[in-house]
């Protein structure tokens, strides 16, 4: 699509508000998904290890229940997607983003219940958090000149990714800083 002389990156992707808003909202989703995806694996192992299993079974096992919370969110990319389709793309955004917060602020603390309740809440963790991806993306496309359509979604992968390979750092150093020192191997539970 040929850009018309008025046209600027300026005005059709900076100063356009809603292509801001969403793709502000993609850096949030992606400082959580890629930091839940960082840390899912370790907080499950410990989660085994709590309740008793070895470190390389729980380790094992760990990383295979974290490869299905995947599977729910190519379910939720899908399926939220369509959804918004019908019911409107920023009634989708804010559930799932509303829901994924809550599993967000409150997963780390769930490492002493029942393992199939924390399995169950990491999948609505994990379809909460992707399933907005999609919506997000086509609503990029709906707010932008087509003509500007690349940059904005470079702007967007740009901020996104950013955002995404700092959290698990960000993540760690917060796990690192609430967690007593000097207890040796142990690696004492406080996820929260």
């Known amino acids: ?110 490492i002493e219940l029942p393992f199939l309740l924390i399995l169950v809440i990491g999948a609505v963790y994990s379809f909460t958090s992707l399933g907005d991806s999609p919506v997000l993306s086509v609503g990029l496309t709906e707010v932008v000149t087509p003509s500007y359509l690349g940059s904005a979604f470079g702007l967007r992968s740009l901020f996104g990714f950013g955002a995404g390979a700092v959290s698990p750092v960000v993540f760690g150093a917060i796990l690192d800083w609430t967690n007593p020192h000097g207890l040796g191997q142990e690696y004492y539970p406080i996820w929260g």
């Open 1 to 110: 699509v040929a850009r018309q002389k008025q046209q600027s990156f300026g005005k059709e992707v900076l100063g356009n508000k809603p292509a801001m808003l969403l793709i502000t909202a993609y850096t949030i989703h992606c400082w959580e998904l890629i930091g839940m995806w960082a840390w899912t694996p370790a907080f499950m192992t410990a989660c085994l290890v709590w309740k008793g299993s070895g470190a390389v079974s729980a380790a094992g096992l760990g990383a295979y229940v974290s490869a299905g919370f995947h599977l729910a969110g190519l379910v939720a990319s899908f399926s939220m997607g369509a959804l918004s389709d019908r019911v409107g793309r920023a009634r989708v955004i804010m559930v799932l983003a509303g829901i994924s917060t809550v599993c967000s602020l409150f997963f780390g603390w769930t």
